[in-house]
């Protein structure tokens, strides 16, 4: 399924977000800085992209993931797991990186910093309830399931 996403270019050096194989569930994003930014070990910076976005809808919503390059061989994640970009927002995405690397790590303009993709949104309707349906996990938490 393919949507049309509207990109508004917000800076001279920004770059349309691009899919890098015909396979590639995300498109890749890239920083769109004018100089090298260090990210210093347990570091928190947050890169412009120099793009805003529109889907046109509100069933749609878009995601920023991580690069798993990034984070595997260098520990650069984005600082808040998963970015969520709600249907209604317009201001420029920015990528927040954390390292959780034992090195520095250098971003350059125009690196690939994230991925963003697409997916449908349900919105729920909460209803109060005194009871629940019963399940074979029941309240089991966190490793109630086992390791293997």
Known sequence: MNIDIKIKLLRGNAS???????GSAAADLKACIDEPVTINCGEIVSLPTGIAISAGRS???AFIYGRSGMGTKHGVTPANSVGVIDSDYRGEICVSLINHGNEPYTV???DRVAQL?????????FI????????ERGRGGFGSTGTN
């Open 16 to 22: 349309i977000p691009a899919y890098a194989t015909a």
């Open 59 to 61: 069933d749609v919503a």
């Open 108 to 110: 350059y303009p125009g």
């Open 117 to 125: 993709m697409f997916a449908p949104v349900y919105k729920a309707e």
């Open 128 to 135: 109060a309830s005194e009871t629940l349906d019963e399940t």
